[in-house]
């Protein structure tokens, strides 16, 4: 690599003849994938510290009972998740949503005081861990061109920042994705921001 980057089941049956058939079964539910950015209204007021908006507190310990989960025993579902998405609660995105569910009740196991009331499960294509060991293979590669943060992408791809030629390069997209062995890179022009530091932008998206 060319410059240090910041690692930033339903049943069914036959109707009996002569009788009333039941009520029509409902359509699945849609499946719904990781938010990329919060753009829910606001239903309740964040915490301010010295007047600067945060966090509200019972999605805050929340998300910090779901992140210890999801960093532990369910490291292989787990992919991100945004606190206060919308306030007050907590978006959840995991590869598989029943393990999702098991991470919630686990969560609330270690914390009785974190509200499992209050989480969101959403769909992810791939896990935290998947897209860290991606980023690890990219860090490895001398593609050509510098890479100057990485993160998860919200689950569906690693994202990375480059140079201006990079990010117009399609052979650089395809050397990077030959190298996560096929998990989509999204790349978009950036500017350096200093030296490597660990998986810091493989941080939960906000």
């Not at 058939?21 to 950015?37: K, T």
């Not at 140079?163 to 050397?175: C, L, N, T, V, Y």
Request: hydrophobic residues 40%; proline residues 11%.
């Amino acid at each position: 690599m060319s410059a240090a980057a910041v690692v930033l089941l339903a049943g069914c049956g036959n109707g009996v003849p002569g009788q009333p058939a039941g009520p029509a079964p409902l359509p699945p539910r849609a499946v719904e994938f990781c938010p990329a950015a919060d753009s829910a209204p606001p239903t309740a007021p964040p915490t301010l510290i010295d007047g600067t908006p945060a966090n509200t507190p019972e999605a805050a310990r929340l998300s910090q009972a779901v992140g210890e989960q999801g960093r532990g025993a369910f490291a292989d579902v787990y992919s991100t998740q945004i606190t206060d998405h919308p306030p007050g609660r907590v978006a959840l995105c995991v590869t598989d949503l029943a393990r999702g569910r098991l991470l919630v009740a686990a969560a609330h196991a270690a914390d009785p005081g974190a509200d499992p009331d209050r989480v969101d499960l959403y769909k992810s294509r791939y896990s935290r861990r998947t897209l860290a060991a991606a980023v690890e293979k990219i860090l490895a590669v001398d593609a050509g061109f510098p890479v100057y943060t990485l993160s998860g992408g919200h689950g569906e791809a690693v994202e990375i920042t480059t140079s201006e030629e990079g990010a117009a390069s399609a052979q650089f997209k395809a050397r990077l994705e030959k190298a996560t062995g096929g998990i989509p890179v999204t790349i978009t022009k950036g500017e350096p921001i200093g030296p490597l530091t660990g998986d810091a932008g493989m941080t939960p998206a906000p």
